[in-house]
């Protein structure tokens, strides 16, 4: 169980912060140790490398977190996922939202006393491996020493998540009130009732 932080200990965002230590060890190394470079945005900050960085830090902006793996998919990359299942997999995140769902806001520290408001955060993920079938024709995989590593195309990631999701709506949440999968359910049912409704 994470430890709640106290708001009085927020620090403003700032590109040499470490990495989250709930992100795994691989962000933060690469962080130290690559040259790369890192998007601005307060609470879900981008580390990009290799000759289409720039392209992907450029993608994010405020109010649209999720942009570079919008620009990612452009690309035709790849999710790797390294030792973690689909419940690390961000890009699911995008295909909901593409759907309307899961749009959250949250507030980071600006400056002392100053804080901002950032839509269009993600919401929970803890069901996310109920995706794992219906990829698994689409993903590639091998051992690396004790890794479990695999790589599946991000257009293919969104087109499976969307598909699941137009067929079920609950599809990838829970059914628990408490969670915000819950909110999740109903925005995505706000929104279908709304494109039903006859103009």
């Not at 749009?103 to 491996?129: C, T």
């Not at 079920?168 to 109903?186: H, Y």
Request: hydrophobic share 40%; glycine share 4%; with cysteine.
């Amino acid at each position: 169980m994470r430890t709640p932080v106290s708001v009085s200990s927020a620090v403003p965002f700032s590109g040499h912060l470490p990495i989250d230590k709930e992100l795994g060890i691989i962000p933060e190394t690469m962080r130290r140790l690559f040259p790369h470079l890192r998007s601005c945005h307060p609470l879900m900050s981008y580390l990009a490398l290799g000759p289409h960085a720039q392209h992907l830090i450029d993608a994010q902006r405020l109010d649209w977190p999720l942009g570079p793996l919008e620009a990612l998919a452009e690309r035709q990359g790849d999710v790797l996922l390294l030792g973690v299942t689909h419940t690390s997999n961000t890009a699911i995140h995008l295909a909901e939202q593409h759907l309307g769902r899961s749009r959250f806001y949250r507030y980071a520290k600006e400056a002392d006393q100053v804080w901002m408001e950032l839509p269009n955060i993600p919401g929970q993920s803890h069901r996310f491996d109920d995706i794992e079938p219906a990829l698994r024709p689409a993903t590639q995989e091998a051992t690396i020493g004790t890794c479990r590593a695999r790589r599946i195309s991000i257009q293919e990631v969104l087109a499976t998540a969307k598909r699941l999701i137009v067929a079920n709506s609950a599809a990838l949440l829970c059914d628990d009130p408490d969670c915000r999968c819950f909110a999740a359910l109903q925005q995505r049912l706000v929104t279908l009732s709304t494109q039903n409704t006859p103009k």
